[in-house]
């Protein structure tokens, strides 16, 4: 799997962008699996093959296949985005994303397997959060996605000259 590395803006709001990031995954993630016919354990397999086909609540065959291939490769961007983050002891961002959000384990748990304590664990969770943001959006940009890329990273200052294509979720 290729790696990249992660180089958000000096400019980014650290806190935002993990709420961004937190807000995608309780509330967004799971509308992405539903369209494509998936669910979250599929994330964390690295050889990720979701075919698209899974129901929505629209009468238009053309949305259903749209939304179904735009959500099959963002699954796909967010499997790969997951799977190419920091598997290090001191940032386990892997270990936090697969449990936090694809386990749907409580903090406590994964801190527990983590060796860091509540404070501490909040601190990593964030930097795992923010690599994710980055992470995701180059993979949503490597597919192709463009303009329907989902950008969770938040700028602080509003006239900064690194160029998104769109707003968070």
């Not at 494509?36 to 053309?62: F, I, V, Y």
């Not at 699954?75 to 936090?100: D, F, M, W």
């Not at 959000?101 to 990593?124: A, H, N, P």
Request: one cysteine or more.
């Amino acid at each position: 799997m290729k790696t990249m590395a992660c180089d958000l803006p000096v400019d980014f709001d650290r806190d935002a962008t993990a709420r961004n990031v937190r807000r995608f995954f309780n509330r967004r993630l799971d509308w992405y699996l539903s369209q494509c016919g998936s669910n979250r354990t599929d994330l964390k397999s690295p050889t990720l093959s979701l075919a698209g086909g899974g129901g929505t609540h629209s009468n238009h065959a053309e949305d259903k296949i749209i939304n179904g291939m735009i959500a099959s490769v963002v699954c796909r961007c967010i499997a790969t985005a997951i799977q190419n983050c920091s598997h290090r002891a001191k940032q386990p961002s892997y270990e936090i994303l697969v449990g936090c959000y694809l386990d749907e384990l409580k903090d406590w748990e994964v801190s527990s397997k983590c060796g860091f304590g509540k404070t501490r664990f909040q601190e990593v969770k964030k930097e795992a959060l923010c690599e994710f943001a980055e992470r995701f959006l180059y993979w949503q940009m490597q597919a192709g996605l463009g303009d329907d890329a989902i950008d969770l990273i938040s700028k602080s200052d509003p006239k900064a000259t690194f160029k998104r294509p769109n707003h968070a979720v």
